[in-house]
Nanobody, 121 residues
Framework: QVQLVESGGGLVKAGGSLRLSCAAS????????MAWYRQPPGDQRDLVAR???????LYLDAVKGRFTISRDNVKNTVYLQMNSLKPEDTAVYYC???????????????WGQGTQVTVSS
């Protein structure tokens, strides 16, 4: 069984920084694209940043220049470094990964449980 476990959320003042981590564990054959999404209260879940297996990255325009996504392929872990945080970054942040489990031939989409990020003004 595969699971994603997130950590690093919390409360921070505007202008501050947080680093989110998400580790994939279980019966994993390979990990492909990894990503972070966020869902503000009463709003939809949107892509914040994603990173492919070869390191290619993509960012939501609103976070470009402030957030950096990275990954450790040995640890099957993805990170999101968030700097210059703004109140509008407040949301539940979800980790997402495309993974091939050991006992399956195809790729599957997995989600973490979510971690709250709150930025006060």
């Amino acid at each position: 069984q595969v699971q994603l476990v997130e950590s690093g959320g919390g409360l921070v003042k505007a202008g501050g920084s947080l680093r989110l981590s998400c580790a994939a564990s279980g019966s994993i054959s390979s990990v492909h694209t990894m990503a972070w999404y966020r869902q503000p209260p009463g709003d939809q879940r949107d892509l914040v940043a994603r990173i492919s297996g070869d390191g290619t990255t993509l960012y939501l325009d609103a976070v470009k220049g402030r957030f950096t996504i990275s990954r450790d392929n040995v640890k099957n872990t993805v990170y999101l470094q968030m700097n210059s945080l703004k109140p509008e970054d407040t949301a539940v942040y979800y980790c997402n990964a495309i993974i091939r489990p050991i006992d399956l031939l195809d790729l599957h989409n997995y989600w973490g449980q979510g971690t709250q990020v709150t930025v006060s003004s």
